[in-house]
């Protein structure tokens, strides 16, 4: 089957760097996406990483080792802002699975 | 470019009534995905239209589930003799070319009493 893990809830100053983790038991996907999403709003997509490595867009960094069947989302000089769920989600051609999310709480 | 655009952003509807949700995507966009979210979970595929044709459905898309896209361009999701387990998040989103990288509409909020 398919299953992707992510811790619950994860908390973390404003300014500071946190890594939040996606673990997966499946194969055969196509790429590893992470969404965005604020309470009551839609998901943003953040990044992909079709190949294994380090995939950088400003603040934002993901990486993905299909090896160690693992996946981060590296978020740094934290923000207020970015308090929101975050997702990450395998596609395997048009339909994506995504996990259960991820809560960050950015303390002041 | 205005976005992903869903209709009504809420429903409550008594069970056992008929429901219909309303896509418009991003115009140029020619995939649109539909996506049920409950509440503390990720989002779960329901189907997918390239252009007109739905390519894909989950196996979560029951008989009373049924969704169309006649012109390829905004779609239309109906849910028949609805349930209390309907009530969720349905999304819609759309993209171009590549999969990854939807643009997911905010939602419509479906409440089954």
């Known amino acids: 089957g398919q299953s992707l893990e992510q811790p619950s809830e994860v908390t973390a100053v404003e300014g500071a760097i946190v890594q939040i983790n996606c673990t997966y038991q499946?194969?055969?996907?196509?790429?590893l996406s992470w969404y965005q999403q604020h309470d009551g709003g839609a998901p943003t997509f953040l990044s992909y990483?079709?190949?294994?490595g380090l995939e950088e867009t400003g603040r934002f960094s993901s990486f993905l080792s299909r090896s160690d069947s693992y996946g981060y989302l590296l978020l740094q000089e934290l923000q207020m802002k970015d308090s929101a769920s975050y997702f990450c989600?395998?596609?395997?051609?048009?339909?994506?699975?995504f996990g259960p999310g991820t809560r960050l709480s950015v303390l002041p | 470019d205005t976005g992903v655009s869903q209709d009504p952003r809420h429903k409550i509807t008594k069970r056992g009534q008929n429901v219909t949700f309303r896509c418009d995507p991003i115009?140029?966009?020619?995939?649109l995905y539909w996506y049920r979210q409950t509440l503390g979970q990720g989002p779960e595929f329901l189907t997918y239209?390239?252009?007109?044709?739905?390519?894909?459905k989950s196996r979560l898309l029951s008989d009373r589930f049924s969704a169309e896209r006649p012109k390829g361009s905004f779609s239309t999701l109906e849910i028949q003799r609805t349930e209390q387990g309907d009530s969720a998040m349905y999304l819609c989103?759309?993209?171009?070319?590549?999969?990854?990288?939807?643009?997911f509409g905010s939602g419509t909020r479906l409440t089954v009493v």
């Open positions: 989600a395998v596609n395997y051609g048009q339909n994506f699975v």
């Open positions: 989103a759309s993209s171009f070319g590549q999969p990854y990288g939807y643009t």
């Open positions: 990483n079709g190949l294994d």
């Open positions: 499946t194969s055969g996907f196509y790429g």
């Open positions: 239209f390239q252009n007109e044709a739905q390519l894909e």
């Open positions: 115009s140029e966009h020619n995939r």
